[in-house]
């Protein structure tokens, strides 16, 4: 049973940080890209970011948070993670995490950034 499992999630102050993370199981991990979305209320779920099958490969970004996110995956211990640093109140959103290809999901965790 593939799970996606995420986790690091709260209420943080505009300018703040915070790093997300998301533990796989019952997939290839190592084999597979993986990606953070988000979907704010009323609107529909976006692409955050993307991480291509190696530690240390290639990454890319939404234009919104360039700069001031990182998507990083650890392929021994199966994680991917998602640093967020100079929040914004717009950031506010579930994020999920994916193994796009596989359409594989994980149920969110909620970030909500104060002003």
């Known amino acids: 049973q593939v799970q996606l499992v995420e986790s690091g999630g709260g209420l943080v102050q505009a300018g703040g940080s915070l790093r997300l993370s998301c533990v796989a199981s019952?997939?290839?991990?190592?084999?597979?890209?993986m990606a953070w979305y988000r979907q704010a209320p009323g609107k529909q779920r976006d692409l955050v970011a993307v991480?291509?099958?190696?530690?240390?490969?290639?990454?890319n970004y939404a234009d919104s948070v360039k700069g001031r996110f990182t998507i990083s995956r650890d392929n021994a211990k199966n994680t991917l993670y998602l640093q967020m640093n100079s929040l914004k109140p717009e950031d506010t959103a579930v994020y999920y995490c994916?193994?796009?290809?596989?359409?594989?999901w994980g149920r969110g965790t909620q970030v909500t950034v104060s002003s």
């Open positions: 994916t193994a796009p290809a596989r359409n594989y």
């Open positions: 019952g997939i290839t991990f190592r084999l597979n890209t």
């Open positions: 991480a291509t099958i190696t530690s240390g490969g290639t990454t």
